[in-house]
Structure formats: structure tokens, C-alpha cells
């Protein structure tokens, strides 16, 4: 289902300038003035985006906006129906996914609240840090699961 709908979010704009700007989101008016398609959906549907900095949004200016969740939600709001998204942006910067990493994901403060939470789909982006070796020794433990 969520793949489905991230094809049509992707297809609904015929152009990247025709994207939502990264500033702010578009409100149902302006998405029906700029002339951009809104399928309406009638329940509220949740999007959990664990993942490692990447998720987070290191390093990039106004992270708020620019980060692949914050995006993510941008779009699939304007393509279905504001606010019919919300995206939980659960991103920890060097997180592994291997369990015998340097800093698991699963011994985090996100991953707790990813458990708390009534979420339709997870999206799960890990393993850049697993394929790190010098300091942090990760890449030797790789076969450790």
C-alpha cells in the first residue's frame, strides 16, 4: 500500500519544480489553485521513518523541511490530502542496525518510541554505519547478528 501510494505522490508532480517548497507546506487552497491533483483519503494514515543521520537530517540546512521524512510527508500531503499524513521522523545519527553495533538501534530512545506508537507503515533506512570499520569496528561485526 505505501509503495503504491508513493508512486502516485512521485507521478502526481510533472516536474521538480512543481514540487512543494521545501519552506512550507502547501494548505488545501493553494494545492487546488496551483492546479496540482488531490485524491482525498478519509483516515489519517501514520508513517514511522527510523533510520540512522541520514533519516535524521545531519548536516543539511533547515532539516525541519529538507530531511527525506519531512519531504516525504510534504508530498503525500499535497498529492492526497493535507494533513492525511503524518510522518514521525525517528532518525538517530550512527545508529547500526546490527545489534552488536557500536550504537543499535534498538537500544534507543527512537526505537522505544517507535514501539509506543500506532503506525500504519515503517520505513526503516540503516546500514551506512554497519559498513564502518575504522573506529568504530562495526564492519567486523557484520556477521554477529
Keep these: 500500500m ?4 508513493l508512486l502516485s505522490a512521485i507521478a502526481a508532480y ?3 519544480s512543481a514540487w512543494p517548497s521545501q519552506e512550507v507546506d502547501p494548505t488545501p487552497s493553494e494545492a487546488v489553485e496551483s492546479g ?3 485524491a482525498e483519503q478519509t483516515r489519517r494514515q501514520t508513517i514511522a521513518c527510523l533510520g540512522d543521520s541520514i533519516t535524521e537530517g545531519a548536516r543539511l540546512r533547515q532539516a525541519q523541511h529538507t530531511a527525506w521524512p ?3 510527508r510534504a508530498r503525500l500531503n499535497f498529492s492526497f490530502g493535507y494533513s492525511n499524513f503524518q ?3 525517528l ?3 550512527g545508529a547500526t542496525l546490527l545489534r552488536g553495533g557500536d550504537r543499535p538501534i534498538w537500544k534507543t530512545p527512537a526505537f522505544e518510541r517507535l514501539q509506543l506508537l500506532d503506525v500504519d507503515h515503517v520505513v526503516v533506512m540503516l546500514g551506512t554505519n554497519d559498513t564502518v570499520q575504522d573506529g568504530r569496528g562495526n564492519w567486523a561485526k557484520a556477521g554477529a547478528w
Design 2 to 5: 505505501l509503495a503504491s501510494l
Design 87 to 89: 510522518v514521525e521522523q
Design 70 to 72: 519531512n519531504q516525504l
Design 14 to 16: 510533472s516536474a521538480p
Design 91 to 93: 532518525g538517530v545519527g
Design 36 to 38: 496540482q491533483p488531490k
